[in-house]
Every structure is written in C-alpha cells, then in structure tokens.
T-cell receptor, first 114, second 109 residues
Framework: GAVVSQHPSRVICKSGTSVKIECRSLDFQATTMFWYRQFPKQSLMLMAT?????????EQGVEKDKFLINHASLTLSTLTVTSAHPEDSSFYIC??????????FGPGTRLLVL | RKEVEQDPGPFNVPEGATVAFNCTYSNSASQSFFWYRQDCRKEPKLLMS???SGNEDGRFTAQLNRASQYISLLIRDSKLSDSATYLCVVNQGAQKLVFGQGTRLTINP
C-alpha cells in the first residue's frame, strides 16, 4: 500500500521556539495533503488542507500565522508550529490523498513543548 | 451535537466474543463512511469502507443506514489483536474527514 512518512517522530522543544514537521508521500504523488492534531483521549481534528502550489485551507479556529503550511512539491508538505507553547503539545498527523480518493496517514509526530 | 458520535467505551470482552460498535453522524450530505482502527500512540489505519448494502471482510461486518444516519461495525470471534480504538469516520465532501472520538476495545484472554 501507499506509504507516508513523517519526520521527526517526536520532538521536545522549549516554549517560544518553532518546530517544523515534514510529511512525505514515498511512493506516490499527492497534490493534496492534510494536517490533523490529536490531543490525549480525543479524536483527530483536521487543522488544514494543504494543496501543492497554493495556499493551505485552514479549519475554523486554527491560526494560519501560527501553523505555517508549505506544500512545495508533490511529495512533501511541511507544518511549522511557530512560537510553540505548552498548549501546542499534541500528536500531529498528516495524510496524503492517493488514488481512489483514499487518505494515507503518516505515523505521526509527538510534540512536547516545555 | 457532535458531527460524528460514538460510544467511547471502553468495551472489555473475552476472546471469541462478538462485539458491536455504533456511530451516528449529523450531516445528511455526508458522502462516504469508514471504520479506522488506531493502536495506542499510533496513526489511524483504514479497517474498511462502509456501504449502504453492507459489507463484510472476514470477521468484520459494516452497515450503513443513511435514513437514520447510523453506521455500525460488528466483530465476530474477536482476537486479542483486535484490541484497539475503533474510529468512525465520515467524509463530508472535498475529502474532509470527520472523526468520531473512538471506541476503545480490549479483548481479554
């Protein structure tokens, strides 16, 4: 099946720093990728839809200036959490839209902001 | 009202038992429906799509009732490896997936 990778798998950073998370589709091209966030014991919540070569579409309540998304190629989307704070600590998961409109999920990135 | 609602459980059942999960969704314009499973600290993985005619994959059977906006998943002859959180997922269009909060299942030996 299609493979999506994320890097890093986990990151610990100090409050106020920025963190970049990469999402790559390894064996297919994805014009559309999605970024989700999951807090403990809660479900995945869509943050934004990332489209190659154009601006991301953010869900209501998600600050576009805080969560910067870049989808510069058909296999790579990045999410940068700017000026991270402890409340941004979460499990960030990306997915890439493949054939037959199936979303393939990356393994997730666990972010801890101290 | 939540867009996708599930009984959070947890369900604790003995190995070999039959387990049923239910899910309701609020958006009648929703286009497609899925069950995912998520293991602890891992990403969700597609278990099966759900169709109005009902579909079966081995020990797993999924049903969709569009009139009632209700989705179900039945697991027969449960195995220890079935222990996970089961997520009801609805595609509301433009590939926007909305996830239920998940139902946690533990199969006991």
């Amino acid at each position: 099946g299609a493979v999506v990778s994320q890097h890093p798998s986990r990151v610990i950073c100090k409050s106020g720093t920025s963190v970049k998370i990469e999402c790559r589709s390894l064996d297919f091209q994805a014009t559309t990728m999605f970024w989700y966030r999951q807090f403990p014991k809660q479900s995945l919540m869509l943050m934004a839809t990332s489209n190659e070569g154009s601006k991301a579409t953010y869900e209501q309540g998600v600050e576009k200036d805080k969560f910067l998304i870049n989808h510069a190629s058909l296999t790579l989307s990045t999410l940068t959490v700017t000026s991270a704070h402890p409340e941004d600590s979460s499990f960030y998961i990306c997915s890439a839209l493949g054939s037959q409109e199936t979303q393939y999920f990356g393994p997730g990135t666990r972010l801890l902001v101290l | 009202r939540k867009e996708v609602e599930q009984d959070p459980g947890p369900f604790n059942v003995p190995e070999g038992a039959t387990v049923a999960f239910n899910c309701t969704y609020s958006n009648s314009a929703s286009q497609s429906f899925f069950w995912y499973r998520q293991d602890c600290r891992k990403e969700p993985k597609l278990l099966m799509s759900v169709y109005s005619s009902g579909n079966e994959d081995g020990r797993f059977t999924a049903q969709l009732n569009r009139a009632s906006q209700y989705i179900s998943l039945l697991i027969r002859d449960s195995k220890l490896s079935d222990s996970a959180t089961y997520l009801c997922v609805v595609n509301q269009g433009a590939q926007k997936l909305v996830f239920g909060q998940g139902t946690r299942l533990t199969i006991n030996p």
